[in-house]
């Protein structure tokens, strides 16, 4: 067996090359799809329940007594919550995907020969096989309304339109009955299905700029509660009197973000600082309750240069990675 003085790179990393927005929501009657553009935001708001008490205390008493006064608590606690209103059977969740070229190529690597040969690795998949069967996978999961996560249980009706956008005007454009696609497997296919996927490998092999727009309509019931994503809350502060669930919102409309499962979202904090710190923060942040995982990625910088850009203007130092 050859031997190799390569070393895996201790700092790697990649910029994603699915860049969605944020996911806005608004309610309407699904006979009225086409006038979708106008139907009103679906707003946050406050509500009070009795919360559940999942732990026991120790000292008060045992047995059925114990259990029955801890059940007899009341527990109030305030929780925001989403609902259609009470005259829209539809949801409706349009947000805008962009496409990026570039996979395999690392935004950020410390060591030049563990790149090279990273990059010759991808390049030499490219080559074989292209982006084909990913792209596919990618728009199997817009067609089957998989991103809609919770809001998809129980749907009656799932209608998704994508759209593929050129200065800002629609240069073609898809539709889809989402419960027709399973959630399970990538077998099924159609001539529409096949189109847009072509779409996207073009946009992951950077021959083109690809920027989709997704449109989902649920027929969930007039009234019924629909689920935005939700928001982890390091600082409540002074616990009593808090909300004990908060949920995403951009502008007072209820709204969605990038999330790995039903139950599970990745969140990114990018910080500079003095390493002692960071690396505090990051123990802090890993040990909050609810976070499932985390891991601290350490780039170290050096000084590029020290200017100002006028006269004027105040100076400051450009960092870079240090190499």
């Known amino acids: 067996m050859a031997k190799t003085d390569l070393k895996t790179a ?3 990393a990649f910029e994603r090359k699915l860049d969605p927005s944020d996911a806005l929501f608004s309610a309407g009657q699904w006979a009225e799809r086409s006038q979708g553009e106008q139907w ?22 045992s047995g ?9 608590s009341p527990n109030p606690q305030t929780i925001d ?3 259609l209103p009470n005259d829209a059977d539809t949801l409706r969740v349009r947000f805008t995907l962009r496409v990026l070229g570039g996979a395999g190529t690392p935004s950020a690597c410390n060591n030049a020969d563990d790149q090279a040969k990273l990059q010759a690795t991808v390049q030499q998949y490219v080559s074989a096989t292209g982006f084909g069967e990913l792209a596919r996978r990618y728009a199997a999961n817009l067609a089957n309304a998989r991103f809609l996560w919770r809001n998809r249980m129980g749907a009656e ?8 956008l050129s200065q800002g005007e629609a240069a073609q454009s898809w539709q889809f ?26 946009g992951l092999a950077g021959n083109t700029h690809t920027l989709l727009e ?37 502008g007072n409309v209820a709204a969605m973000h990038s999330h790995l499962d039903h139950d599970n979202c990745l969140e990114s904090v990018i ?45 400051h130092v450009h960092y870079r990675p240090a190499r």
């Open 40 to 61: 009103p935001s679906v707003n946050i708001r406050e509500k009070s329940v009795r919360g559940t008490i999942s732990h026991r205390q120790a000292g008060q008493g």
């Open 157 to 164: 009706q799932i209608e998704v339109q994508v759209r593929q």
């Open 177 to 202: 009955d989402a419960l027709r696609f399973p959630l399970r497997d990538f077998d099924s296919t159609t001539p529409e299905l096949d189109t847009l996927a072509r779409t996207i490998e073009q």
């Open 10 to 12: 201790s700092v790697l």
């Open 81 to 83: 919550t989403a609902t």
């Open 271 to 315: 910080l500079k600082g003095a390493t002692a710190d960071v690396r505090r923060f990051a123990d802090a942040l890993t040990a909050e309750r609810g976070v499932r995982h985390g891991k601290l990625n350490v780039i170290a910088l050096e000084a590029e240069h020290h200017h100002a850009h006028d006269e004027h203007g105040e100076a």
């Open 64 to 72: 059925a007594a114990k259990l029955s006064g801890e059940i007899d």
């Open 214 to 250: 997704v449109i989902a309509y649920a027929r969930i019931g007039d009234g019924q509660e629909i689920y935005p994503s939700q928001e982890l809350i390091l600082d409540k502060g002074d616990k009593k009197g808090q909300k004990s669930k908060t949920l995403y919102q951009v």
